[in-house]
């Protein structure tokens, strides 16, 4: 009888199988160990494939956390609606934070002029729904290669019961190992594609079959140029006398409040041609589409110390 020799079997695993599996991981730990955490789910690509990593993590029971998406009222239709969709056919809940309600409520301010926007209001709208929900973990988004600000988060970024960052502040993370301890009112963000890239975030679309919102791939619509960037013609945006419009084929590389996310030139019309289109490019996606992230790092670690996501 012959006998097989289980060391001429190799077992390759691919790079997304080990982000995958790692983000499963820190989901599974962030359930086990909090009592009440939330994911926050825009209907962008980088939520829509920590949505999907949520359902394999726990299917196939249901979702054990609500979603959560800041809302400033200038979201582009087509993200609202693939959001709404989203969750329904999960039947998952979704708590919508409202920028407009923070206004209304006086909470903010908003700005005035040609480039005002309510991108910046959104930390006052999170921190207040946070509290007001008693979430001790928000799953995030963000991935360390965006900028150097993000570079610097950990997996599980604390933050104090001002709903502040502090570098200096964070703790240890030793392989797999999270501290979790918070006191009340203190709470961690949690970024499980932390080491994911923009083209790991596509190739893993295309191997999972996600669907996406349309806006992401090429389309006809009018834009007018500001700062070498394409902005959307939509009653939120303000534009001056010297910025024409014009129509042209474009995409999104991501998608945000309207007022300050801008879209690129492009024909990639399938998964497969955005991936060859981003694996060219060396500009990233937040440098070429996001006005308000045009600033420097010392800028952006500012932001964040306020509780910016």
Not at 173 to 191: A, M, P, T
Not at 228 to 254: I, N, W
Request: hydrophobic share 40%; charged share 35%.
């Amino acid at each position: 009888m012959l006998q097989r020799d289980l060391r001429s079997h190799k077992y390759v695993t691919s790079q997304l199988d080990v982000l995958e599996a790692e983000a499963i991981h820190i989901m599974r730990e962030v359930a086990a160990e909090f009592e009440r955490p939330c994911l926050l789910f825009s209907g962008g690509k980088d939520s829509i494939v920590m949505l999907r990593i949520a359902e394999k993590a726990f299917w196939p029971a249901p979702l054990p956390f609500p979603l959560m998406h800041v809302d400033t009222g200038h979201n582009f239709d087509e993200v609202i609606d693939f959001r709404d969709r989203r969750a329904d056919e999960l039947g998952a809940r979704l708590v919508v934070a409202s920028v407009q309600d923070s206004i209304d409520a006086g909470r903010v301010t908003e700005e005035t002029g040609r480039r005002a926007s309510r991108n910046r209001l959104q930390t006052t709208t999170l921190l207040d729904a946070i509290e007001e929900h008693e979430f001790d973990a928000v799953f995030g988004g963000a991935r360390r290669d965006e900028e150097k600000a993000r570079a610097k988060e950990r997996v599980f970024s604390f933050r104090d019961d001002f709903g502040q960052w502090d570098p200096k502040n964070q703790r240890p993370e030793l392989w797999n190992l999270y501290n979790s301890r918070i006191r009340k009112g203190e709470h961690i963000r949690v970024f499980p594609l932390s080491n994911w890239t923009e083209l790991d975030i596509w190739d893993y679309i295309r191997r999972e079959g996600i669907e996406i919102p349309s806006i992401y791939f090429a389309h006809t619509r009018k834009v007018f140029e500001r700062d070498g960037m394409l902005l959307p013609d939509a009653p939120v945006v303000q534009r001056g006398e010297d910025e024409p419009l014009f129509e042209t084929v474009v995409r999104y590389r991501t998608v945000g409040d309207m007022t300050c996310t801008g879209a690129v030139q492009s024909t990639a019309a399938t998964v497969e041609e955005i991936i060859e289109e981003i694996a060219a490019t060396r500009i990233t996606e937040r440098g070429a589409t996001r006005a308000d992230d045009r600033a420097s790092e010392a800028a952006m670690e500012d932001r964040k110390r306020e509780g910016y996501f």
